[in-house]
């Protein structure tokens, strides 16, 4: 399994920018890629990015697309989450994920980190 640690979140304004990290300790190699989740109060976690930890090909979820972008540092077992142009809708705690099984489903979760974006 994939431990995963989550930093970077915090209050900004709309229009700001945030960069998320996410660190991954554990069996980092059994992972095929990493992701990116997020809860808005009274909503169910939801899809935000992914990216294929060997390829580096990546999917975002529509909301985000062209705003959100997702990488990885390889040698440093490291996934980041770049949040441009937030808007208050992207406020949220932020999910970093890993182990995904043959389904796309996600298994292994960090603890979360919030990010508020003020009006």
């Known amino acids: 399994q994939v431990q995963l640690l989550e930093s970077g979140g915090g209050l900004v304004q709309a229009g700001e920018s945030l960069r998320l990290s996410c660190a991954a300790s554990?069996?980092?190699?059994?992972?095929?890629?990493m992701g990116w989740f997020r809860q808005a109060p009274g909503k169910d976690r939801e899809f935000v990015a992914a990216?294929?930890?060997?390829?580096?090909?990546?999917e975002y979820a529509d909301s985000v697309k062209g705003r959100f972008t997702i990488s990885r540092d390889k040698a440093k077992n490291m996934v980041y989450l770049l949040m441009n142009s937030l808007n208050p809708e992207d406020t949220a705690i932020y999910y970093c994920?890993?182990?995904?099984?043959?389904?796309?489903?996600?298994?292994?979760w960090g603890q979360g980190t919030q990010v508020t974006v003020s009006s």
């Open positions: 994920a890993a182990d995904p099984d043959v389904n796309g489903a996600f298994h292994s």
């Open positions: 990216v294929h930890w060997y390829s580096g090909n990546t």
């Open positions: 554990g069996r980092t190699g059994d992972s095929y890629a």
